[in-house]
């Protein structure tokens, strides 16, 4: 089958040390050099302008940031824009993409084993309080104390059913859990024997609840104070998806009262600022959005980028954003 474009021009637009070595580590690059002519710019473009110079006239973009709007408006050749990772649709304007007939790449599904194991991790680590522990421990304060709640025998809500939210689900499961599961659409993956509970019955009886949706216009804020305020005393909120999902200082006032404890990989600003109420709390284990970075979720990334790209030029199905 003969490429869409003869000798396609690809840029990664704002490649750095770590990515642009594991491309190069898994051979990516060579197999992009072997169907088009590949440039690296390493660092983000300054502005928008510096962005629109850098695409130039490429045809394909590996994007790992935010794109400007301008470059979708004035990079005349641009036809696919290959972005590393799966939430596009809050870096890219899609309906503007599709407007200007430029496809957007997506790559799931590369780090649900991560992300999973990482959501397993702050459960623990909130549930057992096992970084208060090594923080006493460490400054000589050795007084074993009441170590939260064992999870065998507990309910666990998980909203947002996708490959992380099922993964997630089947290792409560193997825990002794009892799994319920709200998603915003029918599920259709493997397991077609899931029932779905209402999302108010979700909190009105879990003592988790792990939040796995996509950030959109639909879930921004989905999770409102008042659905924080269904939770039963004690129970632990984890949220590895996106911090926007939860109503503004809804969970910080609902911490600092002492209502709930909570496992946190995602923040509004990353990183939070000094001052953030989130920081000066005892009852959040927090993680620096670390939940997808293992080598072998990068690897399966990066190595699906390629992909994307190979069958986007190839007139091959790939990977497309949705919003």
């Known amino acids: 089958m003969s490429l869409r474009y003869e000798n396609p021009h690809i840029v990664y637009v704002d490649a750095n ?6 491309f190069q580590k898994l051979g990516l690059f060579e197999r992009l050099r072997s169907i088009g002519t590949l440039r690296v710019h390493e660092g983000t473009p300054e502005s928008a302008a510096d962005f629109v110079s850098v695409v130039g006239a490429a045809q394909v973009i590996i994007l790992g940031g935010t794109l400007p709007d301008e470059v979708l408006v004035k990079a005349p050749h641009l036809r696919l824009v290959a972005y590393v990772g799966q939430g596009a649709s809050n870096f890219v304007n899609l309906p503007l993409a599709q407007k200007k007939g430029i496809e957007v790449a997506v790559t799931p599904d590369y780090g649900n084993s991560a992300v999973a194991e990482h959501v397993i991790a702050l459960l623990f680590s909130v549930a057992r309080r096992t970084a208060e522990g090594d923080r006493h421990v460490r400054t000589g304060r050795w007084r074993p104390f009441p170590s939260g709640m064992e999870i065998a025998g507990k309910t666990a809500g998980i909203i947002g059913y996708g490959g992380i939210g099922a993964h997630v ?8 859990m009892n799994v319920l599961i709200w998603n915003r659409s029918p599920v259709t993956n493997a397991e077609a024997n899931v029932e779905l509970t209402p999302l108010p019955e979700i909190f009105d009886q879990c003592d988790v609840v792990s939040l796995h949706l996509a950030l959109n ?8 104070a008042d659905m924080l305020d269904r939770l039963r005393p004690g129970a632990i909120l984890l949220n590895t998806a996106r911090a ?16 709930l404890s909570a496992g946190l990989d995602v923040f509004r600003q990353e990183p939070p600022e000094s001052n953030d109420r989130l920081l000066q709390l005892g009852n959040v284990v927090l993680t620096p959005h670390q939940g997808y970075n293992t080598p072998q979720a990068f690897s399966a990334l990066a190595t699906g980028v390629v992909e994307n790209i190979e069958n986007f030029l ?3 199905d790939f990977h497309r954003a949705s919003s």
């Open 17 to 22: 040390e770590s990515s642009s070595s594991l």
């Open 169 to 176: 689900a089947k290792l409560l499961r193997a825990l002794g």
């Open 217 to 224: 216009a639909q879930t921004h804020g989905i999770i409102t």
């Open 244 to 259: 926007e999902l939860i109503e503004d200082f809804a969970l910080e006032d609902k911490l600092e009262k002492g209502h």
């Open 314 to 316: 190839n007139g091959k």
